[in-house]
């Protein structure tokens, strides 16, 4: 084993668990006043439940011994055999390295759907379409992609995430939104973000804590990993300024909302690719992707489903895009995509995203369903009038 990879993907690691607390920061300024405290509770609350459901059965599950391609066996169960000395996936790092890495994504991805219910899911329905959501559509996902599934065997390119977080997470907020519906008032009044700065703050929490979750999928401290923090960077940035040109055309301001959220959608566009591109082609991808993310946010009103926070539009689109793009850009990391001699890698990827989301959208929405036809998914009227902070906690986020 080696110290060096040991010590970055264990920093790595806190680097991507520091981004749910962040993440729901960056929700819960997003909302109103009424509703900050529920909002970031969700976010902070899955560190919690997913990380012990994770040691529990999630690992196994996902990075198991391969069953026929679709799901891990229980070997790791409780986490037994995971230990000190190095597992199935790295030879320079210890087993638990490599899970508890695995741990912080299983934590992000279901944070990320609570934007598209935020300011009306109850806090019960929650934690239970949370559980049932890890084991039956995380957990295999990741298995598919990283835990040598169908998806790997096929060749499918993702380097961090772009279907098994991003996409993933995007389908079961469109579901959210269908069988939810929308919020109280919705379309009649406005629905303006209560902290702008603390949404900036929770943006760059973000943006700093994605240099573990892209670079530390290389899994060691070596030159790809290097290359995917660059391509995060770089794409990122490109695309705060992609989206805030889009705005000042669009509204005749720039603001620092569209800053924040563009900069969110490049480092959604360039998970996929981020260890298989190089520079100059993360600039394109960041580019291009707040352009589509900012578009998908506009056509969101057109449409007339009620995501509250843009899951969709932003890591929906954005990650759909990126991973198209590594199938066009791919050049490095054994890897090549179309405009490098291998067409074949585009339609690799179109396949996996069209699986991707099919499966999550579907299994999601039965998941939201049953959920609702036993303990009840909606706050009633009066809770949300109330706000979910009081009727939910019994607490507020700011004293009058």
């Known amino acids: 084993m080696n110290g060096a990879d040991t010590a970055f993907v264990l ?7 520091f981004m749910t607390p962040g993440l729901g920061l960056f929700y819960g300024s997003m ?29 196994t599950l996902a990075f198991g011994k391969d069953i026929g391609g679709v799901i891990g066996n229980l070997d790791f169960l409780f986490l037994n055999g995971v230990g000190m000395t190095a597992g199935p996936y790295s030879d320079t790092i210890p087993h638990l390295a490599f899970m508890i890495f695995q741990c912080m994504f299983a934590v992000i991805t279901p944070a990320l759907i609570t934007g598209a219910f935020a300011e009306r899911m109850k806090f019960g329905g929650f934690l239970v379409f949370t559980t049932l959501w890890l084991f039956i559509v ?34 079961a907020a469109l579901a959210a939104t269908v069988v939810m519906g929308k ?13 702008l700065p603390m949404t900036v703050l929770g943006a760059a929490i973000l943006w700093f804590g994605w240099f573990g979750f892209n670079a530390g999928s290389a899994l060691a401290a070596d030159g790809f990993a290097a290359n995917a923090f660059v391509t995060t960077h770089l794409a990122a940035a490109a695309a705060a300024l992609s989206w805030i040109f889009m705005e000042w055309r669009h509204s005749g301001k720039p603001t620092t909302l569209g800053a924040a959220s563009g900069a969110v959608a490049g480092l959604v566009a360039i998970t996929p690719g981020a260890g ?10 960041g580019l291009v992707g707040g352009v589509l993310c900012f578009s998908a946010v506009l056509l969101k009103g057109k449409l007339g489903y009620d995501d509250s926070l843009d899951v969709v539009g932003v890591h929906g689109v954005g990650g759909t895009w990126g991973a198209i793009a590594t199938g066009l850009f791919a050049s490095i990391n054994k890897a090549q995509g179309l405009f490098y001699g291998n067409p074949s890698q585009l339609w690799i990827q179109l396949a996996s995203v069209a699986a991707t989301w099919a499966f999550c959208f579907v299994a999601s929405l039965v998941l939201f369903k049953l959920v609702d036809a036993t303990i009840g998914l909606r706050a009633s009227d009066e809770e949300e009038d109330r706000g979910l902070d009081l009727s939910q906690h019994n607490e507020t986020g700011y004293q009058a």
């Open 31 to 59: 909302v109103r006043s009424k509703n900050v405290l529920a909002t970031i509770m969700q976010s902070f609350i899955i560190v919690g439940l997913v990380s012990v459901l994770w040691a529990v059965a999630g690992y």
């Open 276 to 285: 298989f591109v190089t520079a100059m082609p993360a600039i394109l991808i």
């Open 138 to 171: 995380y957990a295999p996902m990741a298995h598919w992609v990283w835990g040598k599934g169908w998806m790997a065997q096929m060749g499918a390119l993702d380097f961090a995430g772009g279907a098994v977080v991003h996409m993933s997470s995007a389908a």
């Open 183 to 195: 919020r109280k008032g919705y379309g009649r009044m406005a629905f303006i973000p209560h902290n």
């Open 11 to 17: 920093i790595c690691a806190a680097l991507v668990m």
